[in-house]
């Protein structure tokens, strides 16, 4: 199952892909279900009423799966094409460092270069969205705590990023990432260390990896991170990009306005957005 979140004239909503339309969630299923994130929660996705009648899908604001989680945890150099062209050495542990809602955008909606920067770069990655809670959570049981996956775009600004040794300047400027274009359940994926990730920039394909070749598995990150924070249903976590990235190229290849920028993963589909100065 495919689940959007969008926006349109009679405000937020979500729903069902169906036939290359959406089929959104009833209005008295949204009464008393809002958004994903508290259909997460009640462990009521298996009961999503839809209405008949589908929209087209281009004519809503698609938001990010879950515009609302409570939590975004971003994993850094968990690939090893990634960690050699920075060079570093794998790290011990995970490498988390946070994003705020505000810097996530949806498919279709622009990305946003500050004008403070002209180092923008992209990071196409895969997204895991939380559905069962838990604090603590063994390795071998991290599976069954995820609702389903999503393409995530975790752009970047780099000379932000390298002002201190924290990441978190360069990650979190207002809508200069992107989540979507859906939430794919997680019984459709199956193994998703199988699937393929391809991040194109104007056509041009510049990351291309099997998930396979995660220094750090998603049963692992969801066990680390679980050990510091209770993980909640709608949370987000990013899983690291591949090796590509503008800023290690020569020259460095960055964002511009104009620029389209697509992150298509296979069994999810593909994260489309532009790019426009703020």
Sequence with gaps: MRIVSF????????GRIEDGGIAPATRDFRARFPDLRS????DALKDLE?????????????????PNPDKILCVGLNYA??????????????????????????HGAPLLRPHVSDEFDYEGELAVIIGRPGR?????????????????????????????????????????GAA???????????????QHLRTVLNGREVQSTPLSDLAFSIAEIIAYVSQVTRLSPGDIIATGTPGGVGRFRTPPLYMRAGDVVEVEITGIGTLRNSVSDE
Excluded at 39 to 42: R, S, V
Aim: glycine letters at 8%.
């Design 7 to 14: 926006e349109s004239d009679q405000g937020r909503s979500y």
């Design 39 to 42: 259909l997460l929660a009640a």
């Design 50 to 66: 839809t209405e008949t009648t589908l929209l087209d899908a281009e004519s809503v604001r698609w938001t990010s799966p879950v």
């Design 81 to 106: 094409a990634h960690i050699k062209e920075t060079g570093r050495d794998r790290p011990p542990h995970p490498s988390i460092f946070t994003r705020y809602p505000s810097s996530v955008l949806g």
């Design 136 to 176: 603590y959570i063994a390795a071998d049981d991290a599976i069954g705590h995820i609702a389903g996956y999503t393409c995530f775009n975790d752009g970047t600004i780099r000379d932000y990023q390298r002002h201190t040794s924290q990441f978190w300047p360069g990650k979190s400027f207002d809508s200069t």
């Design 180 to 194: 979507g274009p859906w939430m794919v359940t997680a019984d459709e994926i199956g193994d998703p260390a199988a």
